[in-house]
């Protein structure tokens, strides 16, 4: 595995994990500390949350500045500008954020 996909998959430290939210101070209870939950939490937290995080382009942000993965930030980007909400965002993010997790545990990384 190379040390880029060493960094995209590895466990973060709480303060560095993704918090869910469905609106401002409005706290899920529910994080992810590595792409691995990212995409486990994608399937199980309330699709409002995923609306109020992609609109804020929170998710980009976390998959670009936190974990270095520009590649799926700017699928993420991309995919925002369908305007999904509901399970149509769910399913359509689920699909793009586990492409690229299974594709890093291949070992593919570009």
């Keep these: 595995m190379s040390s880029l996909t060493s960094r995209f998959l590895r466990k973060l430290a709480r303060e560095e994990a993704f918090y869910f939210f469905t609106s401002i101070g409005n706290y899920t209870g529910e994080i992810a500390a590595s792409l691995e939950e ?3 939490k994608i ?3 309330n699709t409002r949350s ?12 976390w998959l670009s500045k ?11 980007k991309n995919m925002r500008r ?8 769910r399913s359509k993010l689920y699909g793009i954020v586990s492409k690229r997790y299974d594709e890093l545990k291949r070992g593919f990384q570009p």
Aim: proline content about 0%; cysteine-free; aromatic content about 10%.
């Design 82 to 89: 369908l305007r999904l909400t509901g399970d149509t965002l």
């Design 38 to 40: 990212f995409v486990k």
């Design 50 to 61: 995923l609306e109020f995080h992609l609109y804020r382009r929170d998710f980009e942000e």
């Design 66 to 76: 936190t974990l270095g993965d520009e590649r799926l930030a700017e699928e993420i």
């Design 43 to 45: 399937g199980e937290v």
